[in-house]
């Protein structure tokens, strides 16, 4: 009898092999699969000396058309000057959604503000462009002055 209680045992051993353990605690379901990193945008591009020659900010803008003449803002590839004895020296621009990142230096009537980054985003529908950040409290929008 000892015996047959033995090849009981054994067999009741055997069968368990390879059964999940049964616990309190809830199942862990396996880990997922490693999942690629989401590639991290690009950096802006830095627009080199001869690309800023051609940015299309380059112009002569103005806050109304009767201005252009009179009260223009002046950009070119390395700057702004606009009214009221505004100056800007762009030390670089890139590439940005819907137009320019610019980190600028910039004076108002002469004395020297501190280095100031300038957002210039262009309006489509308007043809213009919106001038944010550096010396300027609020956006200017200006419109390209023609000619």
């Known amino acids: 009898m000892p015996r047959k209680i033995s090849l009981f045992l054994a067999c009741a051993v055997l069968a368990g092999c390879g059964q999940p353990v049964s616990s309190s605690e809830p199942q862990k379901p396996p880990a997922a699969a490693a999942q690629p990193a989401a590639a991290a945008p690009a950096p802006p591009r ?16 103005s806050e ?17 000057s606009a009214p009221d004895e505004v100056t800007c020296d762009f030390d670089s621009v890139a590439e940005a959604p819907g137009g320019y990142d610019v980190a600028a ?12 980054a300038l957002s210039l985003r262009f309006v489509e529908a308007a043809k213009g462009v919106l001038v944010e950040g550096g010396p300027f409290p609020a956006p200017v929008g200006l419109i390209h002055c023609e000619g």
């Open 64 to 80: 109304a058309t009767a201005t252009c003449a009179t009260a223009p803002w002046i950009f070119t590839a390395d700057g702004l």
């Open 46 to 61: 830095t627009l080199s000396a001869d690309e800023r020659k051609a940015a299309r900010y380059v112009g002569r803008w």
């Open 105 to 116: 230096a910039c004076a108002s009537k002469g004395a020297p503000t501190p280095a100031k």
